[in-house]
């Protein structure tokens, strides 16, 4: 049976989720120490996660270098050869070695056709020092654009392996909290089973879920514009103003509607919050965040996650980071309309507010 179709809805539990009362459907709660101890592990294993990830990006970063780096020096030479074949032409017009004598020749040629001919192969001589000229300047330009990508890669560099060291350093630290906590507890071996069998569910089944349902959530709200203008009462105005009012309902009847796999995913809006959840078997998930008005680099309404729960236990800020990296569920005002940019947004009980205004 597909996955989508054993997706219950559990707003129940989504407004536990946002009350922070979230647990386990169906399980014993663990201790609070095998809990702290187990979100230990889960945070471990993201930050590894992240290591291997940002490892990839530097050596894909020291590749893009060194190729752009090879293609730097084979332009600068060419570059190099250009320079000194337009010097010289330079130096032969500066020193009048070009036209005068062409003119005297031109005065002797006896006959029109003489001289036509004769035109023509100057011009001929003339365009070919023109293009010689358009070839060092767009030469020199398409230099100039790679030595700045190459410096633009080798800070992005650098910025990678800042926050390589930094993540090492913050895996190392959880891993001494880790020993620290086992150490301390009188059932060490059952508490570090406890923890590897969660970190193996987080990779094995949530994770995949979470990307699953983030994946289908990003390609849906990108509908949600389209599906707005074709619900003409969620849109209001009065004069250049615009109001958008849209119920949690509504939106988790168009997310159901629109894609299956997230049939048992729905959303909650609160005041100034937004939970988000749903479950698979004995997996449960849920997202808390609000939506926040962007402004660069293109006017949009951002959801900015605040916490990922899986099962009673909060994620990292690295998979909070990742996961906002990834996927994008904003929603674009010009979209909707593109003469319109969003002013504000609020959430409250079961409704998102967003005003907007004409931008002619």
């Known amino acids: 049976m597909p996955a989508s179709r054993r997706w219950p809805a559990l707003l129940l539990s989504i407004v536990c989720a946002a009350m922070t009362c979230l647990g386990t459907a169906g399980a014993e709660p663990l201790p609070a120490e095998t809990r702290s101890l187990v979100e230990k592990g889960l945070t471990a294993y993201e930050l590894e996660r992240e290591l291997a990830l ?38 032969a017009y500066y020193a009048g070695d070009q036209l005068p004598p062409w003119l005297l020749l031109i005065a002797s040629l006896s006959t029109w056709q003489d001289v036509l001919y004769f035109w023509e192969q100057a011009q001929m001589i003339a365009e070919r020092n023109r293009r010689l000229m358009d070839d060092y300047v767009a030469g020199f330009r398409e230099l100039q654009s790679l030595l700045k990508k190459l410096e633009e890669d080798r800070s992005q560099l650098l910025a990678v392996k800042e926050k390589y060291i930094e993540q090492k350093r913050q895996l190392e630290k959880t891993e001494a909290e880790i020993n620290q906590a086992l150490a301390a507890m009188a059932d060490a071996d059952s508490a570090e ?33 389209e599906w ?28 159901h509607e629109k894609n299956e796999s997230l049939a048992g995913f729905s959303f909650v809006f609160l005041d100034d919050k937004i939970v988000a959840g749903g479950k698979l078997d004995d997996v449960e998930i849920s997202v808390t965040g609000r939506y926040e008005l962007e402004e660069k680099p293109t006017n949009n309404i951002r959801f900015q996650i605040e916490e990922l729960v899986f099962n009673q236990f909060k994620l990292p800020p690295s998979t909070i980071r990742s996961i906002e990296e990834e996927f994008d569920l904003g929603f674009y005002p010009q979209k909707l309309a593109p003469f319109l940019t969003a002013t504000s947004v609020k959430t409250e009980a079961g409704k998102l507010i967003v005003q907007l205004k004409l931008s002619l």
């Not at 074709?230 to 988790?252: I, R």
């Open 193 to 225: 089973a406890e923890m590897r069998e969660w970190t193996r569910k987080w990779e094995e089944i949530g994770l995949p879920l979470f990307r699953q349902v983030f994946s289908a959530l990003s390609e849906t709200m990108n509908s949600l514009p």
């Open 54 to 91: 940002l490892n990839e990006q530097e050596k894909q970063l020291n590749a893009q270098i060194e190729q752009t780096a090879r293609e730097t020096e084979q332009k600068r030479r060419q570059a190099d050869e250009q320079r000194e074949k337009v010097g010289s032409l330079l130096r």
């Open 228 to 255: 707005i203008g074709q619900n003409k009462d969620a849109l209001t105005f009065k004069g250049m103003q615009y109001t958008l009012q849209l119920a949690d309902s509504e939106l988790n009847r168009f997310l």
